[in-house]
C-alpha cells in the first residue's frame, strides 16, 4: 500500500511535470500543475485501490495515471490565436 501512494505520487509529478514543459503556455502556475498532478494521482490510486483490492499494483498504478491525467487536463486553458487582418489588394 505505501509502494503503491508513493510510486503513484511520483507518477503524478512525473505527469505534472511533462504537462508543464510541454505545455506551460497554456497552464496557470506550476504550483497548481503540480499539486493537481500529485492530488489527482493519489485520488486515482485510492478509488482504483478500492475498487480492485489489494494485490492490483500495476492496475493501481495505472488507475492514477488516468485520473492524473484527466485532471491536469482540466487545467488546459485554450490557444491564443492572432488574427492577422486580410490584405486590402
Same mark, same amino acid.
Given at each position: ?14 505527469? +505534472?511535470?511533462?504537462?508543464? @514543459?510541454? /505545455? *506551460?503556455?497554456? #497552464?496557470?502556475?506550476?504550483? =497548481?500543475?503540480? !499539486? ?14 478500492? +475498487?480492485?483490492?489489494?494485490? @492490483?499494483? /500495476? *492496475?493501481?498504478? #495505472?488507475?492514477?495515471?488516468? =485520473?492524473?491525467? !484527466? ?14 487582418? +486580410?490584405?486590402?489588394?
Amino acid at each position: 500500500m505505501i509502494l503503491e501512494t508513493l510510486g503513484s505520487a511520483v507518477l503524478g509529478l512525473a505527469l +505534472a511535470w511533462a504537462a508543464a @514543459h510541454r /505545455l *506551460a503556455h497554456r #497552464l496557470p502556475t506550476r504550483t =497548481l500543475v503540480f !499539486a493537481t498532478g500529485v492530488a489527482g494521482a493519489l485520488l486515482g490510486a485510492f478509488i482504483t485501490h478500492s +475498487a480492485l483490492g489489494p494485490g @492490483h499494483v /500495476l *492496475a493501481t498504478l #495505472l488507475g492514477s495515471v488516468v =485520473l492524473a491525467t !484527466a485532471l491536469l487536463s482540466l487545467l488546459l486553458r485554450p490557444e491564443v490565436r492572432v488574427r492577422r487582418p +486580410a490584405s486590402a489588394a
